[in-house]
């Protein structure tokens, strides 16, 4: 349950960072967690809500600022919240972030070992390969998009956002130019009218590929395909759209149905060497930059030898596993989601890859009836999503006892739980974490899992 409260104002200082990125201040009996605060400083903080007798703030007043605090390039990172790490300069992030490892890892994992310096960007702005924006208007009945207000339903509204690609900026600028034109206007949840939710588009790095996914309210409207002919002709480097239909009054973007407009209905993007088919519902890492260094490490820590199988599991569209095939003698890979199954089936396939066998399945499920049946693995490489593991997956993992454990996590609060597990056979031999999402406070971490008993 979440409390409100009247601008209560407290005066603080930041001694810590919490394990969500936020500054963490104790005063007057109360923890408060402060979004955009760093370490050392001292502020003002107006308390907006309280959760679980913590309490969360935003800075009101600044009174002592960090050395490492710069200008941020966009002006309303910290409204939007997406992005407060903006307000502190990149090598600081990076220094976090290593610190939220390690301090997860012992705190929450029992374990204190050493974590690598974080592996950062060169230029740590427009990497993100898919934008996923809500639109509305503003208080002058203007189109807008932008992100939502942190645990809010309003729009910021945001023409060029500093982490996504630029081409992205520039197709939704000339969506809603287009928008009054073809009679298309927002969707307003409240009082359930007009067309259109939210934009998606998904970016190809190595491939001059783009997607759009028009997720509107209705399957069809009039004048349709006239605005499809009209956007590519002044945005010909898009190269598929999509219409998804969502009429359900809901949270999550994306409905069942749909449609290919124009295009093939999906983009192509490579990573390490290998093609990748993409649809608009399947994961794919967000950042092809890191993305590439993330798995080479992967790999690296899997210092396979031609005779290892190994488990890709959590895989996606196979990405992982398909990339490891080379150097080892099969892969199993295991992905609960079917559409991105499908695509990891394709993908085998587009790449000419024979070693790899997909299951459609929960990993907990996978792992169990493998042990059922024999079924031999020598290397688990895991990546789940941010609530980690679970015990069917983890318990069953102990009894199989694989000489190696390739955890990849972007949650580091679960990756230390699912670690306190793991740890009773295994020795953690490394952690390394990787920025994936620069400007953000979210990080991803490569541990590597040794069996202790040697002659495995
Ligand atoms: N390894 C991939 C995907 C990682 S994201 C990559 O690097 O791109 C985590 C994936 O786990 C998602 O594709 C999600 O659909 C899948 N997933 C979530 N819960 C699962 C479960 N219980 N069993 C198997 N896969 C699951």
Known sequence: MYKSFHREIIHGKC?????????VVKEKGKI?????????????????????????????????????????????????GGCT???????????YKQNRVYNSLKRLGDIDTKVNETIGMDNPYNYRNKIQIPLGYDNKNHIISGFYRERSHEIIPINECAIEDKRASKIIKTIKELMPSF??????????????RHILIRTSYYKEEIM??????????????????????????????????????????????????YGKGYIEDSLCGLVFQISSKS?????????EKLYQIAIQNGNFTKDDIVLDAYS???????????????????????????????????????????????????????????RKIDVVIMDPPRNGS???????????????????????????????????????????????FPMTPHVETVALLVHKDSKK
């Open 15 to 23: 001694i810590d960072i919490s394990s969500e990125g936020k500054g």
């Open 32 to 80: 408060i967690f402060v979004s955009g605060l760093f370490l050392y400083e001292e502020a003002d903080i107006e308390i907006l809500y309280s959760r679980a007798g913590v309490y969360f703030g935003r800075v009101s007043k600044l009174y002592k600022s960090s050395p490492y605090r710069v200008q941020p390039k966009c002006l309303v990172c910290t409204a939007c």
């Open 85 to 95: 790490y903006q307000q502190i300069a990149y090598s600081e992030q990076l220094k």
């Open 183 to 196: 009679k298309m206007y927002p969707y307003d949840e409240d009082r359930r009218t007009g067309l259109l």
């Open 212 to 261: 759009v996914v028009l997720v509107s309210s209705k399957q069809t409207w009039a004048g349709r395909s006239n605005f499809v002919k009209e956007l590519v002709l002044r945005c010909p480097e898009i190269t598929t759209i999509v219409s998804n239909t969502n009429s359900r009054d809901t949270n999550v973007i994306l409905g069942e149905k749909e449609e290919v407009l």
């Open 283 to 291: 994961f794919y890492q967000t950042n092809p930059v890191q993305t």
């Open 316 to 374: 996606g569209i196979g990405t992982i596993g398909l990339i490891v095939s080379k150097n080892v003698n099969k892969v199993y890979s295991v992905e609960i989601v079917k559409e991105a199954t499908k695509d990891a089936i394709n993908n085998a396939k587009r790449n000419n890859i024979n070693n790899v066998e997909f299951f459609n399945d929960d990993a907990g499920d996978f792992l169990v009836k493998s042990k059922s049946i024999n």
């Open 390 to 436: 679970d015990n069917k997956f983890l318990s069953c993992l102990l009894e199989y006892s694989p000489r190696k454990i390739i955890y990849i996590s972007c949650e580091p609060s679960t990756l230390a739980r699912d670690l306190k597990q793991l740890k009773s056979k295994y020795m953690v031999s490394s952690v390394q974490p990787v920025d994936m």
